[in-house]
């Protein structure tokens, strides 16, 4: 009996999820910060408990360092302030997310180079994205009034790299 897993489909749902939610940030960007905070804080939640269920599963076969549990906790975090707090969060979201972004994006292409030197698939595309996440985040420093816009782009990468690593959870693709 075969029990290797073919694909991760919590990883795909938390991935489609992210990707309705970058549309909605692109598509409606006159929603206010505090609607924008919830509705952040709801997906940085539902990925870092994604992340953590990801690193359990295949933390052993992928040879995951704990830094990936650190930024999953990370993400929690996040997701649960930006949900009790939306308020207090809106004024300063931008600045706030946009350290986080630069943070995430180092540590994409820390994580690709460790694949790579690891003979692991999908390390070209980490360093696209921690690429694109470090643009976004500082973004959010220079022009802050386009926070949505870069918010969703940060986030429909992150769906993206989700139902890739979920797709591809059997191929030893690296999951961040």
Do not use: Q
């Not at 704990?66 to 302030?81: H, S």
């Amino acid at each position: 009996m075969d029990t290797t897993k073919k694909h991760d489909w919590g990883l795909i749902v938390a991935g489609i999820l992210l990707i309705i939610c970058s549309f909605v940030f692109f598509f409606w960007p006159g929603l206010t910060l505090v609607t924008i905070t919830a509705i952040a804080g709801a997906a940085f939640l539902v990925a870092g408990i994604f992340d953590i269920i990801a690193y359990v599963r295949m933390r052993a076969s992928m040879g995951l360092s704990a830094w990936a549990v650190v930024y999953a906790i990370c993400d929690i975090i996040l997701g649960l302030l930006l949900l009790l707090h939306p308020i207090m969060f809106a004024a300063v979201i931008p600045w706030v997310v946009g350290v986080f972004f630069v943070a995430f994006g180092i540590m994409e292409i820390v994580l690709a180079v460790r694949a790579k030197s690891g003979s692991v698939d999908g390390w070209g595309w980490l360093i696209f994205s921690g690429i694109v996440s470090i643009i976004c985040g500082l973004m959010f420093f220079v022009t802050p009034e386009t926070f949505s816009v870069f918010l969703s782009v940060f986030i429909l990468m992150r769906g993206i790299s989700m139902i890739y690593y979920g797709w591809n959870a059997s191929k030893g693709v690296f999951v961040a």
